[in-house]
């Protein structure tokens, strides 16, 4: 699983003090070019639509309105504890739907061929409390080019609370990291909330590099999802219940959401299954080309037709990560032909035999890095 011997505290040094450097991969194999080839043909001779396909603006609209009738029958209509509380859970059920539908195939360019609907669609992430301009950096650019790969890949990282890679530092702490990484998991939205995005903000940097303040839109958008996001959150609930309820409301909405957001996404990367490679000492290169790096840091799940509708095709992440731009609508297609294709090529492709097994997986996974603290 480790592709080079870099020590760890060259990797921290390095993305603490750099400026970000951009790596290069591996000399393309060919596979990406006959893998994108036959997708491609797979589109033409099956009619299938890239983007704006009809199935997600019925998505967005289900989703949408969906959150809308929770949130009013949350804050105007219940009456009872039990309601309250499993209306808070679907609630951050509906928004991480929204993320993993809506604003993620917006914030990838994948919803439309309009510039501005995928704008519009990725700003869906302003009503989870989420930044989508920070989001773009963090997850689409750094996660998508770099996945798995320490110091580039922002996703894993939960600073010194944890340690998800071999090349991250070790501590004490970390030996009992896979019983309490789920309530980080659970909290992280509140982090985001109060602390990340604002953070950013004002410091103009990201995870430690310098990334610039939003500005004309992107700042309208960042003002302005701020605004609404927190009146949703408590300047609303505030004028009809105590203090106390709207926090204990707002605390089982963040943590549903958190706990599926994380749990969906771990299953991709932070897995036995996985790889994390580094670049080579001498040439600073990633010795994989990219569609194989992005293959061998990537595992998919099995899920059925419902649980895919809902998770946004993030089931099918190898998909995703190999043609991003491409409506997650048409993964299960694609996946068959690039199944095929590794076969072929002899790139293992890799899936997760159950959801369970996936769980357990990344349970193991970080026991083991709690467990080494030696290269
Ligand atoms: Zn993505």
Redesign the pocket.
């Known amino acids: 699983m480790i592709n080079n011997q870099q020590t760890t505290q060259q990797v921290i040094e390095n993305s603490a003090k750099e400026p970000m450097k951009m790596l290069k991969f591996g000399k393309s194999s060919g596979f990406q070019m006959e893998l994108t080839r036959r997708v491609n043909e797979l589109i033409q001779t099956t009619g299938l639509r890239e983007r704006d396909c009809p199935q997600m603006y019925i998505k967005a609209v289900i989703l949408l309105l969906s959150f809308l009738i929770v949130y009013v029958s949350l804050v105007f209509l219940a009456k009872t504890w039990w309601v309250v509380l499993s209306l808070s859970i679907l609630l951050g059920l509906v928004m991480a739907g929204i993320g993993f539908n809506i604003q993620?195939d917006g914030s990838?360019s994948a919803y439309s061929s309009y510039p501005w609907v995928n704008k519009l669609m990725a700003a869906t992430l302003e009503l989870i409390g989420f930044s989508s301009y920070y989001w773009l950096w963090g997850?689409?650019v750094l996660?998508?080019k770099y996945v798995n790969i320490t110091g580039y890949d922002t996703d894993f990282d939960f600073g010194i609370l944890t340690r998800k890679t071999p090349f991250q530092s070790w501590f004490a702490h970390h030996r009992w990291q896979h019983y309490y990484i789920w309530f980080l998991y659970g909290i992280d939205p509140i982090h985001w909330h109060f602390v990340s995005d604002f953070e950013s903000f004002f410091t103009e940097k990201f995870y430690e590099r310098h990334y610039p303040r939003p500005k004309g839109v992107n700042l309208t958008i960042f003002l302005l999802g701020k605004t609404i996001f927190f009146t949703l959150a408590f300047g609303i609930p505030l004028m009809f219940h105590s203090l106390w309820t709207v926090l204990a409301c707002y605390l089982i909405t963040s943590f549903t959401l958190g706990i599926v957001l994380n749990v969906v996404f771990l299953y991709a990367h932070e897995v036995e299954e996985a790889t994390f490679p580094m670049p080579l000492k001498d040439t600073g290169m990633i010795e994989n080309d990219w569609a194989i790096h992005q293959i061998e840091t990537t595992v998919n799940f099995p899920c059925n037709p419902v649980l895919t509708w809902f998770l946004g095709g993030l089931n099918y992440q190898i998909e995703?990560h190999l043609f991003?731009n491409i409506c997650h609508v048409n993964y299960p297609a694609i996946s068959k032909v690039v199944e095929e294709t590794c076969q072929e090529f002899g790139v293992k492709y890799k899936k997760h035999q159950s959801i369970w097994g996936g769980l357990k997986s990344h349970f193991r996974w970080m026991r083991q890095m709690g467990m080494v603290h030696t290269m």
């Open positions: 993620h990838h997850h689409t996660h998508h995703h991003p």
